[in-house]
């Protein structure tokens, strides 16, 4: 179902304290406020115990930053979507641009994890994005689409309906630079055509597609403004909570 919201991807970041700490501060935030919003955090998988336990009520939606290709097995150091569920952690980052630039992953790896978080009723959180190059040459429409096609399009309706997407252009992640909000809104709106396309429109407007690439406190309120686009992943500025939260009011 579309809705509204900020997720915060902690990355590798904050040691076991640290952690507690942010997580507790969110709490007590979301006591305090009443967001406009759903508000999910991706901290590292060590940590989702942790949020868990804190997060008795489903407060605050709990997802692993990425997950395994595979159900099981002799795959050390992996994270399977069974596991995630088993700990009933909402869901799942999936081919973050991390991942894909130090870790190798491919559209077709996230489709198979995809398919995966799916089966475990887990919530993936599918990203995709073009790097400055493609932009530059003016291929960013078509990467975009042929990612969406590979990652998505073995999905049936319904299944579609159930994921995330998360547009970051990888020129936009860590650097300062954000898309405009048209340059952004243009994607989002060739996304969600995209799928009306292929499933229909209904299908397309129920998705929920967020923003992601130095999302600020000063710039989240005109881009959540769009009308493609449902909200943002948040790196940098979900590390702390005063920005994270001006963030969320960025949806007042
Ligand atoms: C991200 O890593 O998903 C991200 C958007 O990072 P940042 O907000 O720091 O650009």
């Not at 901290?43 to 997060?55: F, G, H, I, V, W």
């Not at 997950?67 to 869901?91: C, N, V």
């Not at 252009?169 to 055509?193: C, L, Y």
Request: hydrophobic share 35%; charged share 25%; glycine share 8%.
């Amino acid at each position: 179902m579309r809705k509204n919201i900020v997720a915060g991807n902690w990355k590798m970041n904050k040691n076991v304290i640290e952690a507690q700490q942010l997580m507790f501060q969110l709490l007590q935030y979301k006591k305090n406020h009443t967001p406009n919003c759903e508000i999910w955090i991706a901290p590292p998988s060590l940590y989702l115990m942790m949020a868990k336990d804190l997060y008795e009520n489903d407060e605050i939606g709990i997802f692993a930053q990425d997950m395994s290709e595979y159900e099981s097995g002799a795959y050390t150091g992996e994270i399977s979507a069974a596991m995630l569920e088993s700990l009933d952690i909402t869901g799942a980052i999936i081919g973050h641009s991390e991942r894909r630039q130090y870790h190798g992953e491919t559209d077709s790896h996230c489709n198979r994890k995809i398919k995966l978080a799916l089966d475990q009723g887990l919530t993936p959180i599918y990203c995709n994005g073009e790097t400055l190059e493609q932009r530059k040459s003016g291929k960013h429409l078509e990467v975009v689409k042929n990612q969406t096609e590979v990652a998505l399009f073995t999905l049936s309706a319904d299944e579609i309906k159930k994921v995330v997407i998360a547009y970051e252009p990888v020129w936009a992640i860590g650097t300062g630079e954000t898309a405009s909000p048209e340059q952004a809104q243009e994607i989002h709106a060739h996304i969600r055509s995209l799928i009306a396309e292929k499933y229909g429109q209904e299908v397309a407007d129920d998705i929920s597609i967020l923003y992601g690439g130095s999302v600020k406190p000063d710039n989240a309120k005109e881009i959540f403004s769009q009308p493609d686009i449902d909200g943002g992943l948040i790196g940098g500025a979900a590390l702390n909570v005063a920005d994270f939260g001006k963030i969320i009011e960025g949806f007042s």
